[in-house]
């Protein structure tokens, strides 16, 4: 189960037919530079340019090992904010992606940004957690790094919409035999109905989530 892109407005489905556009180019020059400001428009190009098109997706791989070092340098928000949604984008459709993403390293700050206080940073965490989640080569990679109990307790203090993709991820980490164990361990069955009563709009959704 994959997680919608979290993506503003574009239409760059049409510029990266073919050979690598100058758009894409200059995403991947911006998103190497040593400057943040440059960076943090790279980001923001990246995932305009990734919003619909999986041959950008496929174009823009590269830009995977800076945008994870991105979430690791300190600046403000938005520039973690936007890393992560240029990797989300990234992730959507592609499971060469996913892997790169987990491979670069991208667990450790996806992790620590579970626990952040901005609760937009735990929202794109939770649905990058989602995502990667969707590939069964990360399935185990994810459990081992601690982020099954955090699921469990944005499960239980999380925005409506981290909620709900922390519950179709620990759907997609509960196919994996080792992760069922841990996911029970942590007790977020009684959440879950919780919330399929209080989000009775998102009820069929939800339902084909529920462990």
Do not use: W
């Not at 428009?41 to 070092?69: F, M, N, W, Y």
């Not at 937009?120 to 957690?129: D, F, G, H, I, R």
């Not at 459990?143 to 997609?172: F, H, T, W, Y």
């Amino acid at each position: 189960m994959d997680s919608h892109s979290l993506s503003s407005p574009d239409g760059g489905r049409s510029t990266c037919c073919g050979s690598p556009s100058p758009s894409v180019r200059r995403a991947l020059e911006l998103i190497q530079s040593d400057d943040h400001a440059l960076k943090l428009e790279g980001a923001q190009e990246i995932r305009r340019l990734t919003k619909t098109s999986q041959r950008c997706r496929r174009q823009l791989s590269d830009s995977v090992g800076p945008l994870v070092s991105m979430l690791r340098l300190h600046g403000s928000p938005d520039f973690h904010e936007s890393a992560l949604l240029a990797l989300l984008n990234l992730a959507v459709k592609d499971d060469t992606n996913k892997i790169k993403i987990v491979e670069a390293g991208a667990l450790e700050p996806i992790i620590t940004f579970l626990q952040s206080e901005n609760s937009n940073l735990q929202e794109y965490a939770t649905a990058s957690l989602l995502t990667l989640s969707a590939s069964a080569s990360n399935k185990p990679v994810i459990s081992a790094c601690g982020a099954i109990p955090l699921l469990v307790e944005i499960l239980r203090d999380g925005s409506p919409q981290a909620k709900v993709d922390s519950v179709m991820a620990l759907s997609n980490l509960s196919t994996h035999p080792i992760n069922l164990s841990i996911i029970l361990e942590a007790k977020p069955v009684p959440c879950i109905v919780t919330l399929l009563k209080t989000c009775k709009n998102l009820q069929r959704q939800l339902k084909n989530a529920v462990l």
